[in-house]
């Protein structure tokens, strides 16, 4: 779809910066938005739940090379799942944000990643697990060695974060954008122009809808 | 209950019983002696109500009125709610001071309450306190509706001294106020329906049906999360800035003709597929729109759902990035979904709504905010902005249009203008003007009081029994002047030392006023419908080939 929308692909155009996509997945009020409003804007404020999608960009520069995050702000809310769920094609890249003090948002982002693992093949995205919200942390309910075992078992990045504290945000994206350039670099740019097209198109792709 | 008219003059007899029926905000103590009013027979005595109600507006006990034996029935019900959820709401009115706890003060002495609940009784919303604790008391409200159903009848409204208990079914949802402000019942009811299309705005109303259809006692609080805020948002409103829902119509920036024309203009040209309604707002007030004739054509945009997108936009959720969501227009269609782009333009208070029918148009619809923006820089459009008012904090909902002192009417407070001769008129969108709420009415209950007030005047004039042209109504702190003639309805609120003749004076001034720059303050001449442009922009081709809703 992305392709089809004029936006181009993450390995379009050879002097401009790689573009990539990112999704900020995971329960109500865990934070997505703040985590994203944070680190594309370093602003913080208790804002309304989202509604539907927003979408930011970022160029994040690494040393010598740079690339383009488009991040996909996704609500909470169940409502919007349907609507959300297109923004999973073509994403290259998903926070899967949790809210370390309550155990519910932890098992959904499980259930998230779950959804991911539908959608793509395991290891096309990466995935980073982000339990928000240390400033909390006389309340927390999920450990530091729950959430890193959790990640280790199924094989993704991790960090515990604060947004309102700006503890480790920026941290999490640069994380996440080496690892995206790292795997490029390793697929070597032939076998990636083939994952792109096959991102964009396969019916088995199709738009899952969880809402009922 | 079925009453004739919108004004629902409480009708007698039908329900005997629940014209008794008290008011958990009552105080307990008080119950033994207190019964309900006598039944109001006409609008006549509902206006006596109400300025009972306005001599004391913030007495917590009621003028009472002992009418012989009541029937205790739905009395007993309501004790029997209050002592059964006092167990659970105890733990709850902790946190936030507004347990729900039907026996919690602070709860009791809310003006206002409105209630959203299924049919099966499940709380949905409350304005104040938590829908857990209230369970009890909503089962009460279900178990009044079904009793006067079972009787082949619907219940509209429960007249109880000061009180005001108004009930709206809309499908599987029923929608109860309870109120002590001096509003009607029609206008509760009005504010009833506003939070119904609030709610179908997000869901449609379609599958709030299919929800309920599929399973009677579905949570729809699930689904709703989130947005509460907005309907507490909407229902504030009222008390705090009324206007738009009294008058059913949307409050414009003012701004300076030629530069409204370039932008709608502007709005016109910048098309993408699917593009159904282009809007420019600031601050939940509108700017310009244009609507796209292939998709509404011939069908003139409710003012209800202009004003919905326009509290909608208005919203902090939208304050960063551009946001992509579905949205329902009930009024257009309650059963399907546009898909809205949403995005502060950059470096501008103004925000840009994009609506339409494609859910994968997103950057369609980025593109063309682009052009919009780039047309506005063209414009110079942000110097227009910032002529015309500093907005400091685009994201209030209150930014400030103009002062009262514009006006240059020694003695006028404040006004609501709504002109009724505006040319073109089937295809207008109604629209009113005012000023910013400024000193004495910073404080919420000064706010409210005038509100209460605009309420109270403008029940009279829209009176289906009784309806009047003309009032002046010299209150404790203020006087007000509400006229309504072929050309305008106007409310004004003057000083309270003034004199008659010196608010005929005020409001002749007023007038002269309004006539003078009403090119700035309404859209007088509405940009027609955008044509699919003849020099076509490079990827829209055209706008009639996407399926309907």
């Known amino acids: 779809m992305a392709e089809a929308q004029g936006s181009p692909g993450p390995w379009a155009a050879p002097d401009q910066p790689c573009v990539f996509k990112l999704v900020l997945l995971g329960s109500g009020s865990v934070g997505k938005s703040s985590l994203a409003l944070r680190y594309v804007k370093d602003d913080f404020r208790s804002i309304l739940p989202t509604v539907g999608c927003a979408f930011f960009t970022k160029v994040v520069e690494l040393g010598v090379s740079s690339l383009k995050l488009e991040i996909w702000d996704t609500a909470g809310q169940e409502k919007y799942h349907s609507v959300c769920h297109l923004y999973f094609r073509g994403a290259n890249a998903a926070l899967l944000v949790y809210d370390i003090t309550r155990k519910d948002s932890f098992h959904k982002a499980q259930q998230w990643l779950q959804d991911l693992e539908k959608e793509f093949p395991p290891g096309e995205v990466v995935v980073m697990l982000v339990g928000n919200k240390t400033d909390l942390s006389e309340e927390r309910e999920v450990t530091f060695e729950e959430g890193q075992e959790f990640a280790e078992s199924k094989r993704l990045l991790f960090m515990e974060t604060s947004a309102k504290l700006n503890h480790q945000v920026s941290e999490v994206f640069s994380a996440v954008a080496r690892e995206l350039l790292r795997r490029r670099k390793r697929e070597g740019p032939a076998q990636a122009r083939d994952a792109a097209v096959a991102l964009s198109g396969g019916p088995m792709r199709q738009v899952r809808c969880c809402t009922h | ?549």
């Open chain 2, 1 to 549: 209950m079925e009453a004739g008219g919108d004004t629902a003059a409480p009708a007698p007899g039908g329900a005997g019983g629940l014209e008794d029926t008290r008011f958990p905000g009552e105080e307990t103590d008080d119950s033994e002696g207190v019964h309900a009013g006598p039944p109001h027979l006409g609008d006549g005595d509902l206006e006596e109500t109400g300025s009972k109600a306005k001599d004391q507006p913030h007495s917590p006990s009621p003028l009472l009125h002992s009418e012989g034996p009541s029937s205790t029935r739905t009395c007993q019900l309501w004790d029997s709610a209050a002592s059964e959820s006092s167990p659970m709401g105890s733990p709850e009115s902790g946190s936030g001071g507004q347990g729900g706890d039907p026996n919690d003060e602070d709860w009791r002495s809310q003006r206002k309450h409105v209630f959203v609940l299924s049919e099966a009784g499940k709380p949905i919303y409350s304005r104040y306190g938590s829908v857990e604790a209230l369970s009890a008391t909503m089962g009460v409200m279900t178990a009044l509706v079904s009793f006067v159903q079972s009787a082949g009848d619907a219940i509209r409204a429960i007249y109880a001294e000061d009180h005001k208990l108004v009930f709206l079914q809309q499908g599987p949802l029923l929608l109860v106020a309870v109120s002590r402000t001096t509003q009607s019942a029609a206008q509760l009811r009005g504010e009833l329906l506003a939070v119904h299309a609030q709610i179908v705005s997000t869901l449609t109303r379609a599958s709030v049906a299919r929800i309920f259809a599929h399973k009677q006692n579905y949570d729809l609080r699930r689904l709703l999360a989130g947005s509460e805020r907005t309907l507490d948002r909407l229902l504030d409103s009222v008390e705090q800035d009324p206007g738009a829902l009294l008058l059913g119509a949307v409050r414009c920036v003012p701004l300076a003709r030629p530069t409204r024309d370039a932008l709608g203009a502007l709005l016109r040209r910048c098309t993408a597929p699917g593009l159904a309604l282009s809007v420019l707002a600031v601050g939940g007030r509108l700017v310009t729109a244009a609507q796209e004739r292939n998709v509404l054509a011939e069908c003139r945009l409710d003012p209800a759902d202009l004003q919905l997108l326009l509290d909608w936009v208005g919203a902090p959720a939208f304050a960063a990035g551009e946001a992509w969501a579905p949205v329902c227009l009930p009024r257009f269609n309650p059963d399907g979904f546009f898909y809205a782009y949403v995005a502060r333009l950059d470096a501008m208070p103004v925000c840009l709504l994009l609506l339409g029918t494609q859910r994968e148009a997103f950057h369609a619809m980025a593109a063309c905010r682009r052009l919009v923006e780039d047309g506005m820089r063209a414009l110079g459009a942000m110097r227009a902005f910032g002529e015309t008012a500093s907005f400091s904090n685009a994201s209030s909902p209150n930014a400030p249009a103009y002062s009262v002192q514009a006006v240059g009417a020694p003695g006028l407070r404040h006004f609501l203008y709504k002109p009724l001769d505006i040319p073109d008129h089937h295809r207008q969108l109604p629209q009113f003007t005012s000023p910013e709420l400024e000193a004495p009415y910073c404080r919420e209950e000064e706010r409210q009081r005038l509100s209460d007030l605009y309420h109270r005047l403008h029940a009279r004039l829209h009176s289906t029994s009784r309806p009047l042209r003309l009032i002046y109504h010299v209150a404790e702190k203020e006087t007000l002047l509400a006229w309504v003639t072929s050309k305008f309805e106007l409310y004004t609120c003057l000083s309270p030392l003034v004199t008659k003749a010196g608010a005929i004076l005020v409001v002749t001034k007023l007038l002269r006023w309004v006539r003078k720059e009403e090119d700035r303050l309404f859209i007088r001449y509405p940009p027609k419908y955008s044509t699919p442009p003849a020099t076509s922009m490079d990827q829209a081709p055209h706008n009639g080939l996407f399926p309907g809703l």
